[in-house]
């Protein structure tokens, strides 16, 4: 068998961010350097790669990252297409289209779905040194979000809150993110992909944080939220009992052999309930119906694999041993959608201003349930012993 491998593309003059290897190439190389080609044929691996100009980079990291990862042949990209030529069928990964030289690849005969479907499964399941590594990028993001708590203020912006994030994990060496973080308050938490702006952070406005950062490559992926004035009002804590009591269900239902699509449709009804009892949805009998007003509450799924990708092989069919997972419910209060007839919306209207609230937490399957693999409190009373200075 033939496969062409590449890590993908950088631009090191105009990138202005740090380069992310492609998740399957890291997966079957544990290289993680930009702009390498790599062909195995047989037993046989060469390697295509232009060396960066001594004179603006580092080319000696490079070519002592390249013989650590690889012992192979430095080839010419046409010594790599001759080859792959006599070779019959190549088996590739679909970035290979963003190669410089996917003019001269484009010929080949190439197969670029057969790795990547295989992948899909066997990524699920994460081995103890990527278990490690996920764990590793839990703990700084939990620093991170303690941080935050920590030295939030009153009209502090959403960029700070970010920055001071991004501080804490630069103390371990850390600059790579899960994901664009999200930093934001009040009405602005309705959004499920809000980009953090240069708003303050208003007095008396619940902060919704959605962060993770990357240790080795691997995700980590916790939401948390927390009033900026360091104590929450009674509106916001029955919106995030409503949530916390929900995701603690939800994880006592985390267990090898169970149901994913089970799971969510008895934690919907579980926020269902949760929802009953603030009278923000009305009382009903059909099942159905209850799921329905909390699918607009929660527009999102339950969760969501984690590993080399923030949302890592596809969707959660049945709960195994050693996945990793987010648990994320959350309710929002998104306005201008045509609203439910089984809300309340009279009390919708007393909890508008909230925007919304998600607690979010990265697990690892067990044996028997699970592991907890985020180190921050979520309780109320903890987080606001946390804001306390």
Not at 71 to 89: E, P, T
Not at 100 to 129: A, C, Q, T, V, Y
Not at 381 to 386: F, M, N, P, R, S
């Amino acid at each position: 068998m033939t496969t062409l491998l590449y890590s993908g593309y950088y631009d090191m003059d105009k990138a202005k961010e740090p380069f992310e290897v492609d998740p399957n190439f890291f997966y079957l190389t544990s290289c993680d350097i930009p702009n390498i080609l790599i062909l195995k044929k047989g037993r046989k691996h060469y390697v295509h790669m232009k060396v960066p100009d001594i004179q603006w980079y580092d080319s000696e990291y490079f070519m002592k990252a390249l013989k650590h990862c690889f012992n192979a042949d430095m080839v010419g990209i046409d010594d790599i297409v001759r080859l792959c030529k006599s070779s019959g069928i190549t088996k590739t990964l679909d970035n290979i289209k963003t190669h410089p030289n996917w003019s001269k690849i484009r010929g080949l005969s190439l197969d670029m779905s057969s790795i990547s479907n295989n992948l899909m499964k066997k990524r699920e399941i994460k081995f103890i040194d990527e278990q490690l590594r996920i764990e590793k990028a839990c703990r700084y993001t939990s620093e991170g979000i303690k941080h935050i708590l920590r030295n939030a203020y009153p009209k502090m912006s959403q960029i700070e809150l970010t920055g001071l994030f991004k501080q804490s994990i630069s103390k371990h060496g850390i600059q790579e993110l899960s994901f664009n973080p999200i930093t934001s308050h009040g009405k602005y938490n309705q959004y499920l992909h809000y980009i953090a702006k240069d708003r303050p952070v208003t007095r008396g406005t619940l902060v919704l944080l959605d962060l993770g950062c990357k240790y080795k490559h691997y995700c980590s992926d916790i939401s948390r939220c927390f009033p900026i004035s360091g104590k929450f009002t009674k509106l916001q804590k029955d919106i995030y009992n409503v949530v916390l009591k929900s995701q603690k269900y939800a994880l006592t239902l985390m267990k090898p052999g169970k149901s994913w699509s089970e799971i969510t449709h008895k934690v919907k009804l579980k926020l269902y309930e949760e929802c009953l009892k603030i009278r923000l949805v009305l009382a009903l009998d059909n099942e159905k119906d209850k799921i329905s007003v909390v699918q607009q509450l929660m527009p999102h799924n339950l969760g969501h694999h984690v590993g080399l990708d923030n949302h890592d092989c596809g969707p959660i069919l049945t709960l195994k041993k050693d996945m990793v997972i987010a648990v994320e419910p959350g309710i929002y209060f998104q306005i201008g959608k045509d609203k439910s007839p089984h809300l309340n919306t009279s009390v919708w209207k007393q909890y508008e201003h909230i925007g919304g609230v998600r607690i979010e937490d990265t697990i690892i399957i067990t044996d028997r349930g699970y592991k907890n693999l985020s180190k921050i409190t979520k309780e109320i009373d903890g987080i606001e012993k946390l804001i306390k200075k």
